[in-house]
C-alpha cells in the first residue's frame, strides 16, 4: 500500500529535551515536506526537500532541523522544543513537488 | 505574505443540496490550486485541482477557478452525511516548491 508513514502518532515531552519525528514513504516521491497545523492557523510549511541532500526552509523553520539522507526518510528534528511547538505535525510527500501532496497520520506533540 | 483565505464556517446544509466552499488567494502568480478534505482527527486528502480558468468536474464535486478574481470554489452536489469535514484550500504560487494553505472550512451535512 503507497503510504506515508510518521512516528509517533502522539508525543508529550518536556522542554528542551532533544526529539525526532519519522516520516518514511513508499512511493518513491522526490519531494518531501513537513507542516505543522495550528487552530485558526492552518498548515504552515516548516521544512521541504525537493531530492536527497537538497532541503530547503519553509515559512515556520525556526526551532526545526531536518536532513535527507536517503530518498524515502525525512526525519523532522527538534534541538530543544520549546511549548510553541505543542502542535500537530504532518509529513507530506508528492512525486514532484506539484501539491498533490499524500499526507502522513500525523504526530500530535505535546511541550510541558 | 502570501495569503489563502476562506471561512472558518461552520457551513450546514441539508442532505442532497449544494455545498458551496469559497477561497480567495493574494498571489496573482499562483498557478495551481488544490482542494483538500480532512475529517476530524485524520490527515488531509487531496480531492481535487485545477490549474485553467473555468469549472472542472469529477463526480459529485466541481472546481472553479477564477484567476481574474483571485477566487476558487468547490460545489459539491448532493451532499451526504458523509461529506461532513473541513475542506483545506491550497494555493501553489509561482516560483515556489510548497503549498499555501487556508485555515479550512468546516462542511455539516445533516439528514
Known amino acids: 500500500e503507497a503510504q506515508v508513514t510518521q512516528n509517533p502518532r502522539y508525543l508529550i515531552t518536556v522542554t528542551g529535551k532533544k526529539l525526532t519525528v519519522t516520516c518514511s514513504q513508499n512511493?518513491?516521491?522526490?519531494?518531501m515536506s513537513w507542516y505543522r497545523q495550528d487552530p485558526g492557523l492552518g498548515l504552515r510549511q516548516i521544512y521541504y526537500?525537493?531530492?536527497?541532500?537538497?532541503?530547503d526552509k519553509g515559512d515556520v523553520p525556526e526551532g526545526y532541523k531536518v536532513s535527507r539522507k536517503e530518498k524515502r526518510n525525512f526525519p523532522l528534528i527538534l534541538e530543544s522544543p520549546s511549548p510553541n511547538q505543542t502542535s500537530l505535525y504532518f509529513c507530506?510527500?508528492?512525486?514532484f513537488g506539484q501539491g498533490d501532496y499524500t499526507f502522513g497520520s500525523g504526530t500530535r506533540l505535546t511541550v510541558v | 505574505q502570501k495569503e489563502v483565505e476562506q471561512n472558518s464556517g461552520p457551513l450546514s446544509v441539508p442532505e442532497g443540496a449544494i455545498a458551496s466552499l469559497n477561497c480567495t488567494y493574494s498571489?496573482?502568480?499562483?498557478?495551481?490550486f488544490f482542494w483538500y478534505r480532512q475529517y476530524s482527527g485524520k490527515s488531509p486528502e487531496l480531492i481535487m485541482f485545477?490549474?485553467?480558468?473555468g469549472d472542472k468536474e469529477d463526480g459529485r464535486f466541481t472546481a472553479q477557478l477564477n484567476k481574474a478574481s483571485q477566487y476558487v470554489s468547490l460545489l459539491i452536489r448532493d451532499s451526504q452525511p458523509s461529506d461532513s469535514a473541513t475542506y483545506l484550500c491550497?494555493?501553489?504560487?509561482?516560483?515556489?516548491?510548497?503549498?499555501?494553505f487556508g485555515a479550512g472550512t468546516r462542511l455539516a451535512v445533516h439528514p
Open positions: 526537500s525537493m531530492n536527497v541532500e537538497v532541503t
Open positions: 491550497a494555493v501553489k504560487p509561482g516560483g515556489y516548491n510548497k503549498l499555501i
Open positions: 485545477i490549474y485553467s480558468n
Open positions: 507530506a510527500s508528492s512525486l
Open positions: 512511493m518513491n516521491h522526490e519531494y
Open positions: 498571489d496573482r502568480g499562483s498557478q495551481s
